[in-house]
């Protein structure tokens, strides 16, 4: 039997939905209806951003609450290698989105770190949606401790969790 026969797709999409968005839940979405099984990864820290506004527990139950009704997909934690995770979870795929060229650079790093380390599990990038190609957690951030409006950019839910925590940084 030839080893590049296809075992089915399942996928880790890693981040760290600080808050989850739009943008997240598109590429999520759209993983799901093509792959067997998508696991969101929610990174507990990562060494290269400051510390995130919302902890590990929150930010999974706001992503849990925005897929409920996808069967295929679950989230969870982790703090290890990605690559590690993804083989603790039997990923064969880790599936990212691409907004603009500007995140090409980095995703190309990790890329290439992921697959030195884990040669058997394939980086897949989606292109973002147009309307969410603008979309970050660090912009919705910002637009709402200056007061935006991001009905359209977040879920409900997270966009009144934001309002709570951003609004009581303000003095
Ligand atoms: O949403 P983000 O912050 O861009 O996600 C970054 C993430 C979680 C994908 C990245 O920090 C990551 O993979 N962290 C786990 C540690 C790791 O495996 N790093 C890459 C190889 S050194």
């Keep these: 039997m030839s080893e590049t026969q296809n075992k089915?797709?399942?996928a880790v999409c890693p981040g760290s939905y600080d808050p989850v968005t739009n943008g997240h839940l598109d590429i999520i979405r759209r993983g799901a209806s093509i792959c067997d099984r998508v696991v969101v990864g929610v990174v507990n820290a990562s060494l290269r951003k400051m510390a995130p506004l919302f902890n590990a527990d929150e930010r999974i139950e706001m992503v849990q609450q925005a897929v409920a009704d996808l069967d295929n997909v679950e989230v969870r934690a982790f703090d290890i290698l990605l690559v590690e995770f993804a083989r603790e979870m039997g990923a064969n795929v880790i599936l990212k989105g691409l907004r603009a060229i500007s995140d090409f650079e980095y995703?190309?790093?990790?890329?290439?770190?992921?697959?030195?380390?884990?040669?058997?599990?394939?980086?897949?990038?989606m292109m973002a949606s147009p309307m969410y190609s603008f979309i970050s957690s660090s912009g919705i951030k910002e637009m709402v401790r200056f007061g935006g409006d991001v009905t359209d950019l977040v879920p409900p839910h997270v966009a009144v969790r934001l309002v709570e925590a951003l609004s009581s940084q303000s003095s």
């Design 107 to 125: 995703e190309f790093e990790m890329h290439q770190l992921n697959r030195k380390m884990a040669p058997e599990i394939e980086s897949i990038y």
């Design 8 to 10: 089915g797709l399942v």
